[in-house]
């Protein structure tokens, strides 16, 4: 847990250190039938394949309800900056190795990349509800988001909230929010609220300008994440 709230702490240093210092996740869609074996050999590999490709953390999301297809996994890297990311090579020979190494059948279906927006302390093995978003106004979509959690911390919810923002795909320019903990019954005591009287007095404000596109529950666990 210390690690890794080390590396989201460097994460949000990124925003003021420089403007062009933008905090990336790179996420890949794998799809297999055997989830206990890709999961044991992303887990030991992890460290070298992040510290070859200059990522500062590594490691899987599975969906616990809302795949986009049965058998969907995601393998995510987090990178201090654009620059970073684009100057590491993803078949570099420690990757090759690796990948190389694996006795799994699998998909590779999507391999995208997304700006981190709003970085934030994380479990090491949590449970995640992940809404995509479209809308004309992403930087009033996001005030109000902040506003719901700031709210929600004030009323006791220990959900922690990340904000990613798609660069490629059929996601670009999708608004991604995970809210987040170690304990799922909290997640789900989150979203008990959307009814109250108070999410939807701050939900209202951006309602007529976001098209919900698609929500799904993951559990997800870091398997490496770098000193700070």
Known sequence: MKLLRNVFSA????FCAAAQAEPVMNLITVNTADPAGYSAWARSNAEAISKANGAMAMGLCSPTSG????????????FDSQQSAWGSDPMNPVV???V???NVEREVRMW??????????????GFFYNLY?????????????EELHAEMKNRGYKVSMQIFMGDTGANTGTIMTSFGSADGAEVGRMLDARTEPWVIDIVS???DERVLVHGFSVLCETYYAAQM
């Open 67 to 78: 795949a986009e297809r049965m058998g969907d996994h995601y393998l995510w890297s987090f």
């Open 96 to 98: 090759m190795k690796a």
């Open 11 to 14: 994460a949000a240093l990124c």
């Open 205 to 207: 404000k951006v309602a």
């Open 112 to 125: 995208d990349s997304w700006r981190i927006v709003r970085a934030a302390e994380t479990p090491d093995k």
């Open 100 to 102: 190389a190494s694996m």
């Open 133 to 145: 978003v479209k809308t004309q106004n992403p930087s009033g979509y996001i005030a109000a988001l």
